[in-house]
Every structure is written in structure tokens, then in C-alpha cells.
């Protein structure tokens, strides 16, 4: 297990300063994106390093939803900048952006793709120590802060990947439920649903007995599938969450509820970031990457974008009725946990129970349904299973790599060809020991800056 150190409580922000200086710290790189750098988050990191002596650089254009070129573009500034330290302060995508500034600007490789997970990249190990790194999370969602991973688009393929590493962790998450105060609703609820799913999938992943040993602890896989220690953390985030979010959602104010979500983004992202997630999010990815001109009610991104928390759960209610016949107990645990009825529950019920009780949820949330509420027809199919792809040809999951063939007839013919459903299809054509492998999952939301480092 491998996991950041975590500080909660309303007002810790103002402590990130005497870290510094405790840690003999001289320069700090403040990474955030243009949304939130006249907001208070940032500017309480700005005070709390100015009180306690630390000087900073402040680069203010982190792209949200951060891609392959904006990645280099923040490591090229930071380049320019002599730290010994950074503070991300924002959303997964700040976070993982630093944790990729982090790596790449300790250790600069001969290739950028030198570090990223195959088959895109190499996945070369990050070779020793990093510089400090603490977390700021403004959302409830991607549990970033205690996660050895650095999702971003590969905008030509449509698709995401990421660098993965124990040693890419922050050194300290700070949780100020103070920071995630006043949300939309709809991007509370669409976070808190990328939470569930961290759960529920690190939850369901395989085992982690199944995983072969590694020749040597530096090439042991962040995502270690689903273990009696992981498993603690993501059965407790699916019980916080299903009590929370719909408070939060009907009430931005309700300040235990908040409290307890940003806690719950941090207890998933313990469990996940060390088992790993599954197809949910392996196939988010394309839904997100291919979107026409769907846009979510509380989102102020110039662009059509479907959230990342949308994205995960709009296929999970299909996805779960599949894979729940390869380990019914824990598929109905999961409801169970969730709030679902499940007194006398059959194995071959665990995927309905399961499926019934997610899309209770999501129209609780007033979240869309199905592929075609974001804008998607059978014709996309193609692009989405090529977008998927990435996700789950990992080396570690040769067998879904052998099993591509499978994985398009699924969904390419059968599905779109001969107008059965997709969720039938699937049951069909796929067999039940690969799809319940655990894949990379990723965080984040939305949107486009431009480059332009600000440096006070
Ligand atoms: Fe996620």
C-alpha cells in the first residue's frame, strides 16, 4: 500500500507555508489553473507562504483536463524556475500536472513518452526520490492528492493515458473542506459520482493474489488490484458517499456533508490507487474525448465537454451487469452498501441489484442516462472502442490485449450492427475473466487556457 500523507480540517490551507519551512524549503512552484487564481484556495496558499518567509513562482495556466502538450508546456516553464518544492492547488488536473513537473523536471528523460504507460509509452520507472509536493484539492472527485498517477489526454488518439509511480504521490494532501464551498450542484454531484465509481471498481477489481510477482519492488504496479487494505478504504468512501453526496447536492451549504465527501474522495483514491479501476473508466475516456456538443448544466467550460464523473457512470449501471457474474458477492456487498435491498439476493440478481440501485443514484442527481443523453449514436461505436483501447492493452493485462478481436466484435458488430442492445451484446461476446481486470483510471473535468506564466 502507498498513500500521502492527508491533513484535514476547515482552515489547514495556512499551514502549507510552516511545511515548507519546517522542510527548509526556499522556492515553491504554486501550480493552479486560470478558473481558480483569483479564487480564495489560492490565494490562502499565497498568504500562508508569504507569512512564513517562503518565496514562490506562480504559474497560473494549468490546463483543466490536461493533455500531452499542455503537460510539456507547465514542465517547460517550470524549467525556467529554480524550486525545490511545489504546491498544486486545484482539481485532479493541477494536481496530476505537478506530479508530472514533478517527475519530468527532477529526472528529464530522453523522450517525453519515455515515462508513459505503455503501449503509448515506454512506462519507464521514475529512477529515485522527487522534489516535495503538496496537494491542495478544490474538488471532491479525483482523490488525486493520495494517488501515485498523472492522467492526461493524448488528444490525436481520442483517448487518455498517464504515468504511473509510487513515487509520484504528493508528499501531503491538504483537505480543507473549506476549498470545495461552493460548487454548482451538478459539478458536486458529477464529482461525487467519479468517487462512487473509484470505489465501487477498486472494489471489484481482481484480486491481488492474481497478480504475478514482480522481478524487483521499483517495477511493483501502482494499481495492485483489490486487497483485504484497499478494499477497507473503498467500502468506507461507497458508504460516505451514498449518505453525502445527495446532501451536498440539495445543499451546497450543508458543511458536514462537504466535509465528509472531500474525505471520501480522499479514502477512494487510497483504495484505488492501489488497486486501480476498471472498465467504467477504462471506457470513459472516448466517451469524453469524442463528445459533439453535449454540455452539463453548472459547467462554464467555453467547450462541449462531458465531465469526467459522467463519463465514468454512464456506462457503469451495463458495465456492472456484466461483470457481477464474476464475483456476485462483492457486487452485491456494493449494493448493499449503497442502500440497496439485497435480504435473499441471488448471485445471478447481483448485476440487476447493482445496476437498479446506480441509476437511482444518477437520477436522484439529475445525471443523463445512457450513451444518448450525452449525444452519442450507434455510428460513434467505432471511435469509442478505439478509444478504449489504451486503457486495456497495458502490459500487465496481456490478456485483454488478445482478447482486441473480441472487444470490437462486441462492440462495433454486434452492437451496432445488429441493433442489440450494447449491454447484451457484451454479454455475449466477452467472457467472464478479462473484463473485470483492473485498468488505469484518471481524473478530472474540463476546459482550455491559454499559456501565458505569470511569475510574481
Ligand atoms: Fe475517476
Known sequence: MAASSIRFGAGVTREVGMDLADWKVRHALV???????????????LESLESNGIA??????VRVEPTGESFQHTIGFARGVEFDAIVAVGGGSVIDTAKAVNLYTCYPPEDFLDYVNPPIGKGLPVPGPLK????????????????????FDMKHMHAKTGISHRRLKPTLGILDP???????????????????????ESYTALPCAERPLPAR???RPAYQRSNPISDAWSLQALAMTAEYLPRVFRDAGDEEARGQMILAASYAGVGFGNAGCHLPHGMSYPVSGNVKSFRMPGYVAPQAMVPHGVSVILNAPAVFRFTAQASPERHIRAAEVLGAHVRGAKAEDAGRIRADRLREIMHGLEIPDGLRAVGYERADIPKLVEGMLPSTASPSYRRVRRR???????LRTRWWR???SWEDSYRITTSRTFVHRALPAGPSTSSVTTYSPAAL
Open 217 to 219: 519492488p521499483i517495477v
Open 418 to 420: 445488429t441493433g442489440r
Open 56 to 61: 514562490y513562482t506562480l504559474y497560473d495556466q
Open 404 to 410: 482486441r478481436k473480441i472487444w470490437r466484435r462486441c
Open 31 to 45: 501550480l493552479t489553473d486560470p478558473y481558480l487564481r483569483p479564487m480564495r484556495p489560492v490565494a490562502a496558499v
Open 132 to 151: 516535495p509536493l503538496i496537494a491542495v484539492p478544490t474538488t471532491a472527485g479525483t482523490g488525486s492528492e493520495t494517488t501515485s498517477v498523472a492522467i
Open 178 to 200: 473549506d476549498h470545495t464551498a461552493t460548487p454548482p450542484r451538478h459539478v458536486a454531484a458529477a464529482c461525487g459520482l467519479d468517487v462512487l465509481c473509484h470505489a465501487i
